[in-house]
């Protein structure tokens, strides 16, 4: 079991429906975009971030100006968390989702669909098969994960 989990590694993303998007109900329309493109749900689950999950999640950008406000935003509902599999996971998956500026993203994209702005736009998407692996593991136990 543990032989195939580290196999699909580069086949593995992460994605997260963002506060925004959970609180206009639009997680059932997202999540069929997302099996809809081929992707297989391996593990998923309604939380919500505390402030001090969400400094750790985006302590990538703690020096950024934007960092109190995401970090604020992040934390101030529920959010549906997602381990994805498909071939090329990562890559096609930020296609999927679009732009970080909805109005800058493709038509059809989740962004384009279900964002309001950049700062609330519906979906976060691992940016890196690294990324992804310690975004999964910030959110799921492995046992979590089929």
Do not use: C
């Not at 992460?14 to 959970?22: G, R, W």
């Not at 493109?37 to 998923?44: D, H, N, Q, R």
């Amino acid at each position: 079991m543990q032989e195939n989990k580290q196999k699909m590694k580069g086949n593995r993303t992460f994605t997260m429906i963002k506060p925004d998007a959970v609180a206009k109900s639009y997680t059932t329309a997202i999540l069929k975009q997302i099996t809809d493109a081929g992707f297989k749900i391996v593990a998923m689950k309604m939380t919500q971030m505390s402030r001090r999950d969400a400094e750790r999640f985006y302590a990538v950008h703690k020096e950024r100006p934007f960092f109190d406000e995401l970090v604020e935003f992040m934390s101030s509902g529920p959010i549906v968390a997602a381990v994805l599999e498909k071939e090329n996971a990562v890559e096609d998956f930020r296609t999927l989702i679009g732009s970080t500026n909805p109005a800058e993203a493709a038509e059809g994209t989740i962004r384009k669909l279900y964002a309001e702005s950049v700062g609330k736009n519906a979906v976060h998407g691992s940016d890196s098969d690294e990324n992804a692996a310690i975004e999964i593991a910030f959110h799921f136990a492995g046992r979590e994960i089929f």
